[in-house]
């Protein structure tokens, strides 16, 4: 069984920065396509980054493009999203997703199958 556990949210101000990790147990994590969506209160979840099994490919939606980094260590069974210039909106509960497939990129949440529990980013201004 496949389980995800992120971690490294927090307050931080405008401008500042964050790392926020994601760690996998169970499966064969080398395998798969991975994902970090957000989701502020009361609007649905939204596609942040995508990488692929190999750590080879990655895409990020337009509002992120240029200050947020996906990248993914095979040897430690984990994701993690370098956050940069933050700003108050993107203020949102941070999740990440093992996507079904091995297909590249993969921006829907219904590509995904497994989620962590999420962890908090609070941007202030």
């Not at 307050?11 to 994601?22: D, M, T």
């Not at 979840?45 to 490919?57: D, K, N, P």
């Not at 990020?60 to 999203?81: E, H, M, P, Q, W």
């Amino acid at each position: 069984q496949v389980q995800l556990v992120e971690s490294g949210g927090g307050l931080v101000k405008f401008g500042g920065s964050l790392r926020l990790s994601c760690a996998v147990s169970g499966g064969t994590f080398n395998t798969y396509t991975m994902g970090w969506f957000r989701q502020a209160p009361g609007n649905e979840r939204e596609f942040v980054a995508t990488i692929s099994s190999t750590g080879g490919r990655t895409d990020y939606s337009d509002s992120v493009k240029g200050r947020f980094t996906i990248s993914k260590d095979n040897a430690k069974n984990t994701v993690y999203l370098q956050m940069n210039s933050l700003k108050p909106e993107d203020t949102a509960a941070y999740s990440c997703g093992k996507s079904r497939s091995t297909w590249f990129p993969r921006r829907r949440p219904s590509d995904y199958d497994v989620w962590g529990q999420g962890t908090q980013v609070t941007v202030s201004s």
